[in-house]
């Protein structure tokens, strides 16, 4: 089984996401919950300007836990996006989010797993 190489998991509330996700920057994050120590990843995402911001946006919601890291452009963040949809569901459609990572308005990126952009 692949490794996200992310930081984590924590929990998905206001307070962790606070003191684990200290920096505002481009990032990408996995969601999901924790079973018998295992977690489960359900959904993966980036932000391309502040993650922090971004995984409060889900707290709340269905996920329970996350794991995280910093990236030093938008572009990097897409790509680990991309990555991560690419392993961890991909056109199998195992994850919640089923279609694969949107590159940024305005940008010709291409995802590093696959054609779709190409």
């Not at 481009?26 to 919950?33: E, F, S």
């Not at 980036?46 to 269905?62: A, F, P, Y």
């Not at 690419?86 to 696959?114: A, S």
Request: proline share 7%; with cysteine.
């Amino acid at each position: 089984m692949p490794q996200t190489g992310l930081k984590g998991p924590y929990s998905l509330d206001y307070e962790t996401i606070d003191r684990e996700v200290t920096r505002t920057s481009p990032g990408a994050y996995v969601l999901g919950r924790v079973k018998d120590n295992v977690f489960y990843i359900a959904y993966v995402g980036r932000s391309d300007t502040d993650i922090n911001r971004r995984l409060k946006e889900w707290v709340g919601k269905k996920y329970t836990h996350f794991k995280f890291d910093y990236f030093g452009s938008p572009k990097a963040a897409f790509e680990k996006e991309c990555h991560l949809w690419h392993d961890w569901g991909g056109p199998e459609g195992k994850l919640d989010n089923e279609k694969h990572p949107e590159r940024p308005e305005g940008t010709n990126w291409k995802c590093p797993r696959c054609d779709i952009y190409g």
